[in-house]
């Protein structure tokens, strides 16, 4: 995680009142700078129970509200090596729903080994701290 950023998302009614209601699944979401703009792709947000015919598809690409120059700074990030904007949380701020949107840089190889190493070290280390208590 390099650095942070906060942003409005456009949305419509029935769909403020899902997240309201806590139906909202960001995995495997991402956003992207497309004409200038910021979008979010992949974010579910399951239709509104009482909306009717006012319900959107539940993953469509929804656009990002951020100020001009911040959308070409993360444009100009993410066009080098390894950086991606993702969707960390989804909150109320007042009355407006808001993005928290990370700029990440993707692990090299060695780092992946570094990280599975380590995990299976502390696997190993439990392991053996539940034998000896037994």
């Given at each position: 995680?390099?650095d942070?950023?906060e942003?409005?998302?456009?949305l419509?009614?029935t769909e403020?009142?899902s997240?309201r209601a806590g139906?909202l699944?960001?995995?495997d979401s991402?956003?992207?700078?497309?004409?200038g703009e910021?979008?979010?792709?992949g974010m579910?947000?399951?239709p509104?129970?009482?909306?009717?015919?006012?319900?959107?598809?539940?993953v469509?690409s929804?656009?990002l509200?951020m100020?001009k120059r911040?959308?070409?700074?993360l444009?100009?990030l993410?066009?080098?090596?390894?950086?991606?904007?993702?969707?960390?949380?989804?909150?109320?701020k007042?009355?407006?729903v808001?993005?928290e949107v990370g700029?990440?840089?993707?692990?090299k190889?060695y780092d992946?080994?570094?990280?599975?190493?380590?995990?299976d070290a502390?696997?190993?280390?439990?392991?053996?701290?539940?034998e000896?208590?037994?």
């Open positions: 995680m390099e942070k950023y942003a409005g998302i456009e419509f009614g403020v009142k997240i139906t699944n960001l995995k991402y956003c992207t700078v497309k004409g910021l979008f979010l792709h579910h947000i399951s509104y129970e009482k909306g009717n015919i006012f319900n959107k598809d539940p469509r929804r656009r509200l100020h911040e959308i070409r700074k444009a100009a993410v066009q080098q090596d390894g950086y991606a904007l993702v969707p960390l949380s989804v909150y109320f007042d009355a407006r808001k993005v700029l990440c840089k993707g692990k190889n992946k080994r570094a990280a599975a190493s380590a995990r502390k696997r190993e280390i439990d392991r053996t701290l539940k000896r208590n037994r």
